[in-house]
């Protein structure tokens, strides 16, 4: 299948997945080899007829959904980020959180948060969760190759790894479990919820409106949602706190960092 068989594909695909062609366009060809290696293992010759496959096989749309998730990951991706969570977030929202990490992948961001939280002198509980059972898996057995740990810094990756394997002071404060960021949120309220890169990136525009209200609501009052550095939560009474980047505080009720309010 050529690239531009697969744009096409994609094209007419995404929108009856409830995703968006835009956020795909950087990304599609690692879509594009796993949606290759299907029509491989259905003996279909091109797009058009994995297309007619698709309408005759109601079952199929959810071998493309799977085809379709993006698992770009890595230790303090966009290190900025978790500086701001360190020195500034997690401060104000301590001296202990509850946080969400929605759609986790192979457990490089909340273990990330973990190691923010511990340099910042905040205690902090995680839940994790993603919709892939595998790279859920590969966060329980929290080994990284290289390239995860590459943006890293030094000191804390020293810190953290014990014979190639993340330390259990800092697993043991992460919880995994098999979630779908578009149905009803897991029980509140969080301090903290991060969501990067991955709804407001990808998801259509009425399911991004979903989720936000999800996660917004999944909030307790002046908590903090993360979203990509790119990312705008489409949501009411979130506010961006600033200086922070990526930052929206849940502002239903007057609320100053470093307090609580009910």
Known sequence: MTDGECVELLQWALPRLGLRWDGFRKVRRQVCRRVARRLDALGLTDGAAYRRHLEAHAEEWAELDRCCRITISRFWRDRAVF??????????????VAAWSAGCASGEEPYSLVLAAIDAGVAIDVLATDVDAGLLDRARAARYPESSLRDLPAGLRARAFDDGRLHL??????????????DDPPPGPFDLVLCRNVAFTYFADDVQRTVAEHLRRSLR?????????????????????????????RADVAWAPGGRSP
């Open 83 to 96: 500086e701001t969570l360190r020195d500034l977030v997690l401060p104000a929202l301590g001296p202990s």
């Open 169 to 182: 002071a800092v697993r043991g404060r992460v919880h995994l479990v098999q979630h779908d960021v578009r």
């Open 221 to 249: 009052h002046g908590g903090a949602l993360v979203v990509g550095a790119h990312e705008t939560p489409p949501a009411d009474r979130l506010e961006p706190w600033l200086p922070a980047r990526g930052v929206w505080r």
